[in-house]
């Protein structure tokens, strides 16, 4: 599930070169890390600070029109407080309202959603992968370093991410280990991270809402419903968004790839040649992937 149109194109950002020597902001956030949830995602949205700066402001103003102190996709979608004091149609219009900011706004979309039982079942090795949370940060950095290098941003990026949350310690640590490696910190144009409110900060809240609805997608896959939300489907259609759901055959295949490349042995799966063209194919008899010639 992928929507990756050319960020370079006039139509999606004028002006574009300018970004590439400036600073800046990712901002991002998780859903589904309560207990009991089968679903755990990690999404972001990269922002130059001018443009967050008026979606700042513009985000605040579509809220207060409303008389809502901040926005929460799950407590609009739910009518949970604040958005109690609104009518259904209230609910329904103010969605969009914020949606349309984010569209006008963001530079990049990112979310990664596990299947947390299918995680644990490829990852035993918390030592190695850390938990299901930790793996999705490091799948959005890693969306976020090939963003650098597409277009060739030599500027500088600060990561930002909700203070309280129970996830703080884990993702404090995954950016430490960035901090204090000179090639990380340049591979990923680390300047600076740090743990914000998210009722007090506008891009957490656009965050949020990609978090949430990214994580019901996969609640419907796994009711083997292959639907998508009509609002989400809108706030995908700008900017570019990277969108993973990851189950135990995308896992798997991205397993393989990566111990493909670094020329280990392949587990939980057929490997072989066709041609001259190396492959791997999961046991349950679904197609598998091919990855190109080899030598």
Not at 90 to 115: C, F, H, Q, S
Request: proline share 4%; with cysteine.
């Amino acid at each position: 599930m992928r929507n990756q149109s050319s960020l370079l194109s006039p139509k999606n950002f004028i002006g574009f070169a300018a970004v590439l020597m400036t600073s800046l902001e990712c901002y991002f956030d998780e859903s589904g890390t309560h207990d009991g949830s089968p679903a755990v995602c990690v999404a972001g949205y990269l922002f130059n600070r001018e443009a967050r700066q008026k979606l700042d402001s513009e985000w605040k103003a579509a809220l207060d029109r409303y008389e809502l102190p901040f926005f929460r996709m799950s407590a609009c979608a739910h009518g949970n407080p604040p958005f109690n004091r609104l009518t259904k149609n209230e609910r329904i219009d103010i969605e969009p309202a914020v949606i349309k900011l984010i569209n006008r706004y963001a530079l990049l979309g990112l979310a990664i959603v596990i299947n947390e039982a299918e995680y644990d079942h490829l990852f035993t090795r918390r030592d190695i992968t850390g938990d299901a949370y930790s793996f999705c940060c490091w799948q959005i950095l890693a969306g976020i370093q090939s963003w650098i290098e597409r277009n060739q941003f030599d500027g500088e990026i600060s990561c930002f991410f909700e203070s309280g949350h129970k996830s703080q310690r884990l993702a404090n640590l995954l950016m430490h280990r960035i901090f204090e490696n000179a090639s990380l910190r340049n591979t990923y144009r680390y300047k600076a991270h740090g743990f914000v409110e998210k009722a007090a900060v506008q891009a957490l809240q656009a965050a949020d809402i990609l978090a949430w609805q990214q994580a019901t997608q996969l609640k419907r896959w796994l009711r083997n419903d292959h639907r998508m939300r009509a609002d989400f489907r809108a706030l995908t259609t700008m900017p570019p968004h990277e969108l993973f759901i990851a189950n135990r055959k995308t896992l798997a295949g991205a397993v393989a790839y990566q111990r493909h490349l670094q020329r280990l042995p392949i587990n939980d799966g057929v490997t072989g040649r066709l041609g001259g063209a190396w492959f791997w194919c999961p046991f349950d008899g679904e197609p598998g992937l091919l990855f190109g010639r080899v030598s």
